[in-house]
């Protein structure tokens, strides 16, 4: 059963029903801690990795907006009453289990961008409809960027292909991150994605956004040549 | 092992005064004057990797080609690095931890969305900018605001980040050194 209402200020949060404030909350403390982590734990070691000035201040860039989204999510989850800490590592909250291996190489960099990036456009276009306002809102601010970092995968994939031995060192790369982007989805069973379903906080089951992105990552992987290994799905 | 101390919010806000001031990318292409001379000397003496001669890109596609130059000096970028983790490493002993980094990501990445539009409008009055290129501007421009940053909170010594500062606020971009050059645009 789905539930009618829209909600257009922080102010106006504060009259929603409990299982609605929930949920949103929910939703901007998972994003401000992933992109945190993977500022961290990706965009920041990676200009270390880039090989030539060009690519490092690009990467520059796009680890000062993945930051960015962090902190405006931050933003909006204190105006929302989150305290801090449950929005920085270190809370009860856990990280996607893609975060728990460190950069090693340029490549995976580049696979990272290409494929895990698509995964969060995704994402954040599930919520470009959301009944609450301010995060629709940040969404829409975000999604140019997301694309942008989607881009600059395709762009350096582009590069990297040109030679084989940089084809498969990228393939290398795919091979072992790519299994770790389905569960990004969350479970088929979730009952979160159930709540967000009910409020039209998000729009579709995580099963259709997983099924969607395994289309997409097909093909944005065959215009390049390269081919994606099986996936473990989530529960 | 000294007392960590409330981060100075003052000296934080200065820094975000002289990134508002700057001719963030405005002088680009332009003919060297002679103080942009002096600055880019400073900058290139205190990176102690011995002489260094001054060359210019006067367009955004010369500029793009000496950023993908395969003989870049990778011990330009590796000095400066050297000498932004020391100076964090120092800020990270001296100002709490958590403060520290919340005001760093703030400054820089509201830095960010300055020197975009900024980088933008500069490739929009020049033409012949690749898309990617004003991201990657924008890139250089907030990576100097934040090793600015870092050394005000260290009270360094060094002219390096504050000269390379310096280049940026009056409208130039220090690219980088390829073989013996300085290039500026």
């Not at chain 2, 060094?158 to 409208?171: I, M, Q, T, V, W």
Request: net charge negative; hydrophobic share 45%; with cysteine.
């Amino acid at each position: 059963m789905s539930e009618s209402i829209i909600v257009k200020t922080v102010d106006e949060l504060q009259a929603a029903p409990e299982e609605y404030r929930e949920a949103v909350a929910k939703l901007v403390i998972s994003h401000a801690i992933n992109e945190l982590y993977g500022a961290q734990v990706f965009d920041e070691p990676a200009i270390a990795y880039a090989p030539t000035p060009y690519a490092k201040w690009l990467t520059c860039r796009v680890a000062m907006e993945e930051y960015g989204h962090h902190v405006r999510f931050k933003q909006l989850g204190q105006q929302m009453g989150i305290p801090e800490e449950r929005m920085m590592p270190g809370g009860a909250k856990r990280p996607l289990s893609i975060f728990e291996f460190p950069l090693k190489t340029w490549e995976e960099f580049v696979a990272i961008k290409l494929l895990a990036d698509l995964a969060e456009i995704l994402q954040v276009e599930d919520l470009l409809h959301c009944t609450f306002h301010p995060l629709r809102n940040l969404a829409r601010a975000t999604m140019p960027e997301e694309r942008f970092h989607a881009q600059f995968g395709e762009d350096f994939t582009a590069e990297l292909i040109k030679t084989p031995e940089g084809k498969a060192r990228l393939q290398a790369a795919v091979d072992e991150y790519f299994p770790y982007l389905p569960s990004f989805f969350g479970g088929s069973k979730s009952k979160n994605n159930e709540i967000f379903r009910k409020w039209h906080i998000k729009q579709r089951t995580n099963d259709e956004m997983r099924r969607d992105f395994m289309k997409r990552a097909t093909e944005v992987a065959t215009r390049y040549g390269l081919t994606l290994p099986e996936a473990r799905q989530a529960a | 092992m000294s007392a960590v101390v409330a981060l100075p919010h003052a000296l934080l806000q200065r820094v975000r005064d002289e990134v508002q001031g700057a001719a963030w990318f405005a002088a680009l292409g332009e003919a060297l004057t002679e103080g942009d001379r002096a600055e880019a000397d400073a900058y290139a003496r205190s990176l102690g990797l011995g002489a260094l001669s001054l060359g210019r890109a006067q367009d955004w596609p010369e500029a793009e080609r000496v950023l993908k130059d395969p003989e870049w000096s990778t011990a330009w970028w590796d000095r400066e690095e050297a000498w932004r983790r020391a100076l964090q490493a120092r800020a990270e002993t001296r100002y709490p931890e958590r403060a520290l980094w919340t005001a760093l990501t703030e400054l820089t990445t509201g830095t960010g969305d300055l020197v975009h539009g900024k980088a933008a409008a500069a490739a929009a009055r020049m033409g012949g900018a690749a898309a990617a290129s004003i991201h990657v501007a924008a890139g250089a421009a907030a990576q100097a605001v934040y090793q600015l940053a870092l050394a005000r909170l260290g009270e360094d010594g060094s002219p390096l980040f504050d000269s390379k500062f310096r280049l940026f606020a009056a409208g130039r971009w220090p690219l980088g050194v390829v073989g013996s050059t300085l290039l500026l645009f």
